[in-house]
């Protein structure tokens, strides 16, 4: 167990739906990254935050727009659902925004499944 | 950009046996660090292992190792006496400088068998 909760496990909707996958990092940890891995683009980053801040943003679409609170926990919302949006998606925590020195490394929680039919 | 290459699509591997996985990285960072995760067919991202760029020794973690040769730009995950729990998706990642993502490889499947 990583410590890294996500709810929910799965999630099956239709075509132009919206819907909110969330994160809860280990405790003390105040980064959290977001991931997609489909089966056509593997495991892609899709947008950091940093207590509370977006630090950095990697092949995350328009329609996708995520957040982090003050309790740190992060949610992921996913609007005008497609086909190509079912994927894996992960989130992930790690203690700072990255320093060589801490071996920073990055927990990554169970994922939540969506299926868009 | 950086770039991570995986290009062992499938490993096969008996029980007991050592098992090296392959990666190269290509990156013009100056310092990065160097991953390897594990994914069972369950789902989840098991972190292994972590080297530094500037680390002079290889990193090891149990019965894993990882095989850094900075010249080459390859990171290659040796995994001793395999076990029949060994057998998963690995995956090779890097981040660049700031830690700010994970850049990974398109993964190997590992199989182990009795």
């Known amino acids: 167990d990583s410590g890294v909760t996500q709810t929910p496990k799965h999630l099956i909707t239709a075509t132009g739906q919206r819907v909110t996958l969330r994160c809860s990092p280990r405790?003390?940890?105040?980064?959290v990254y977001w991931y997609q891995q489909s089966l056509d683009q593997g495991l892609q980053f899709l947008i950091q935050?940093?207590?509370?801040?977006?630090?950095a943003k990697g092949n995350i679409l328009e329609r996708f727009s995520a957040q982090q609170f003050p309790d740190l926990h992060s949610e992921l919302n996913l609007s005008s659902l497609e086909l190509g949006d079912s994927a894996l998606y992960f989130c992930?925590?790690?203690?700072?925004?990255?320093?060589?020195?801490?071996?920073?490394?990055?927990?990554f929680g169970p994922g939540t499944r969506l299926t868009v039919l | 950009a950086q770039k991570i290459t995986q290009t062992q699509p499938g490993m096969f591997v008996q029980e007991k046996e050592a098992v090296t996985l392959d990666c190269t990285y290509d990156?013009?960072?100056?310092?990065?660090?160097l991953f390897w995760y594990k994914q069972p067919s369950s789902g989840e991202m098991i972190f292994l292992i972590y080297?530094?760029?500037?680390?002079?020794q290889n990193a090891t973690e149990g019965r894993y190792s990882l095989n850094f040769q900075k010249a080459r730009k390859s990171a290659n995950l040796v995994i001793s006496a395999s076990q029949l729990g060994d057998s998963a998706m690995y995956f090779c990642?890097?981040?660049?400088?700031?830690?700010?993502?994970?850049?990974f490889g398109t993964g190997t499947r590992l199989l182990v068998s009795p």
């Open positions: 992930a925590s790690a203690a700072g925004i990255g320093s060589f020195e801490l071996n920073n490394e990055q927990f």
């Open positions: 405790s003390g940890d105040l980064s």
């Open positions: 935050y940093y207590n509370g801040e977006e630090r």
């Open positions: 990156t013009s960072d100056p310092s990065y660090g």
């Open positions: 080297q530094g760029s500037y680390d002079q």
């Open positions: 990642a890097m981040s660049p400088t700031g830690f700010q993502k994970l850049v």
